[in-house]
Antibody
Framework: EVQLVESGGSLVQPGGSLRLSCATS????????MHWVRQAPGKGLVWVSR???????AYADFVKGRFTISRDNAKNTVYLQMNNLGAEDTAVYYC???????????????WGQGTLVTVSS | EIVLTQSPGTLSLSPGERATLSCRAS???????LAWYQQKPGQAPRLLIY???SRATGIPDRFSGSGSGTDFTLTISRLEPEDFAVYSC?????????FGQGTKLEIK
């Protein structure tokens, strides 16, 4: 069974840092792109970052220079290092796997259950 | 950045009825990299449709997708009680992979 389990979310003060983890199992992690998507309370889904199998990364403009995505294929885990956090970063953060390992463009599935990040003083 | 606009914001229907949800893109999605997700309260999104019209694994055939260019539709042929949720469209052609704001399908 494919599983994605996020952790690391917590209450953090403005300007602080946090590292989220997404531990995976049930598939060949090194063969899949991975994504982070966030959802502020009562709001829609917003893509945050992606890392390809070769380590190439991409970010939404609103996190560039503040967030860093990385992966450890030996641990089947993807990370999101978040620095200089602001109230607008308060959200549930989901990790998600690319739907297929085949060439081409694919959406996201499955998703983890999410981890809540709250930025407040 | 491609902006996706979903309508209506809320759709009130009864079980057994047909639901039609719309997603409009700010520019043509030339390669039809359009997906639909379902999300229930407190749960992660679940992929329903990709490539505008292909059902994901395990998705019932009452869910169907159509459209091309800038206009896309998710249709649920006969609503089951478990179908009442929020539905979001997404374009995944290239980053940033944008989502629509969602349509809430509620029981009338």
């Amino acid at each position: 069974e494919v599983q994605l389990v996020e952790s690391g979310g917590s209450l953090v003060q403005p300007g602080g840092s946090l590292r989220l983890s997404c531990a995976t199992s049930g598939f060949t992690f090194s063969s899949y792109w991975m994504h982070w998507v966030r959802q502020a309370p009562g709001k829609g889904l917003v893509w945050v970052s992606r890392i390809k199998t070769d380590g190439t990364t991409a970010y939404a403009d609103f996190v560039k220079g503040r967030f860093t995505i990385s992966r450890d294929n030996a641990k089947n885990t993807v990370y999101l290092q978040m620095n200089n956090l602001g109230a607008e970063d308060t959200a549930v953060y989901y990790c998600a796997r690319r739907y297929s390992e085949s060439n081409g463009n694919y959406p996201f599935d499955p998703w983890g259950q999410g981890t809540l990040v709250t930025v407040s003083s | 950045e491609i902006v996706l606009t979903q309508s209506p914001g809320t759709l009130s229907l009864s079980p057994g009825e047909r639901a039609t949800l719309s997603c409009r893109a700010s520019q043509s999605l030339n390669s039809i990299y359009l997906a639909w997700y379902q999300q229930k309260p407190g749960q992660a999104p679940r992929l329903l449709i990709y490539g505008a019209s292909s059902r994901a694994t395990g998705i019932p055939d009452r869910f169907s997708g159509s459209g091309s260019g800038t206009d896309f539709t998710l249709t649920i042929s006969r609503l089951e009680p478990e179908d009442f949720a929020v539905y979001s469209c997404q374009q995944y052609g290239d980053s940033p992979y944008t989502f629509g704001q969602g349509t809430k399908l509620e029981i009338k």
